[in-house]
């Protein structure tokens, strides 16, 4: 797999070359799986065929599990400054039957030790609406992110994907979804923290530290092109994305043998539109006239028709050329997206 990435990196290597890199983002899968020199391969190759910015953010995302102390030394090492470490919960019983393979105390000993190895630069996910967790736990929960003075929270609401043994135990009433009220209540209860404890809540799932944005996912959600290297990766130039192969095998035979490993499709301007409400309003910095404008008048148009009952109804404020959503309209931020979309 390894000798696959460095080719698909060699193979790209005459895109992008216009940009200089600003981040690298080890992600999906398990890449904590990757060892010091893995990874020291990949980012040497991605170093070698691109101009890279001085002040990178590379990130891993990693299980707590995988993060002793020998291992974050040669992450570290690797050149890693940026952790995402998917803790969900700092009670046992709810990463149980999450099935998750750490403990609380693994959680709480991979940021400690993240920092002994000098990687400052920490996120942390949590989950919430997970059942039988009340709401003391969860406010004990981002309690526990408030005291570790992390620099990045990612918090989810728990959704049940289909043909999971999850959703296969709720359509047998083994387990009962939490209500969408009390899943409410802890998103809100999120919020107000949050901002007590000086965060900025900059992406509906997403909080930092003022100015301590995740580059890589910021740059994503604002529309800019991206690279991805790797099955299942997406790659985005501005009007085409591409996607490889999602099995490993089958992406491994066709760079061996030379075959096409990725599909792609041309973005119409109605495709763009919608992308940029969908991400735009997810975000602090929202939809701009000026941008939903770029993709033609009859975009704007619809957008400002349909956009008024959500203003009404105070989801949606609009100041200085913006549209954003109000802390209730986060409740219902893909519903409002998918009613302003452009139906062709």
């Known amino acids: 797999m390894i000798k696959c990435i ?23 899968g398990t890449p904590s799986i990757l060892n010091e020199s893995e990874l020291k391969q990949i980012i040497g190759k ?24 020998s291992t974050l030394q040669g992450l570290h090492k690797a050149g890693v400054n940026r952790l995402s470490i998917g803790i969900q919960s700092f009670f046992d019983k709810h990463l149980s039957w999450m099935n998750r393979s750490h ?17 400052e630069e920490l996120n942390a996910d949590l989950i919430f609406a997970i059942p039988g967790m009340d709401h003391d736990q969860w406010v004990s929960n981002i309690q526990q992110f408030i005291d570790l ?8 609401n728990l959704t049940i994907e289909p043909k999971t043994a999850l959703h296969y135990q709720v359509r047998k009433n083994k387990i009962h979804p939490v209500e969408e009220n009390e899943a409410a209540r802890q ?30 996912n910021s740059n994503y959600w604002r529309g800019f092109p991206y690279l991805g290297i790797g099955p299942s990766a997406h ?5 085409t994305r591409t996607w490889n192969i999602a099995n490993n095998a089958l992406y ?27 991400t735009g309003l997810r975000t602090m910095w929202g939809c701009e006239i000026g941008k939903i404008q770029s993709f033609g008048n009859r975009f704007l148009e619809q957008f400002r028709a349909e956009i008024q009952t959500f203003i009404s109804s105070g989801w949606v404020a609009f100041d200085d050329e913006t549209y954003r959503l109000t802390n209730t309209g986060k409740l219902f931020a893909d519903h409002i997206a998918s009613e302003l979309f452009w139906v062709e």
């Open 103 to 119: 403990t609380t105390q693994q959680a709480l000993s991979s940021i400690h030790l993240a920092r002994q190895v000098g990687i």
């Open 46 to 69: 991605v170093y070698e065929l691109f101009e890279v910015d001085k002040k990178i953010e590379l990130t891993l995302e990693a299980n707590p599990d995988d993060l002793d102390l």
């Open 6 to 28: 460095l080719k698909e990196i060699e193979l790209k290597s005459s895109h992008f070359q216009q940009y200089e890199i600003q981040t690298i983002y080890f992600g999906g």
């Open 149 to 156: 003075d992390l620099t990045h929270w990612s918090c989810y």
């Open 252 to 278: 491994m035979k066709a760079i061996q043998h030379g075959n096409s490993f990725s599909s792609e499709e041309q973005l119409t301007p109605a495709m763009q539109y919608n992308e940029y409400v969908m």
């Open 187 to 216: 998103y809100q209860t999120l919020l107000q923290m949050a901002a007590s404890a000086g965060m900025e809540h900059y992406e509906i799932s997403n909080f930092c530290k003022p100015g301590k944005y995740a580059i890589h």
């Open 235 to 239: 790659s985005y130039d501005g009007t």
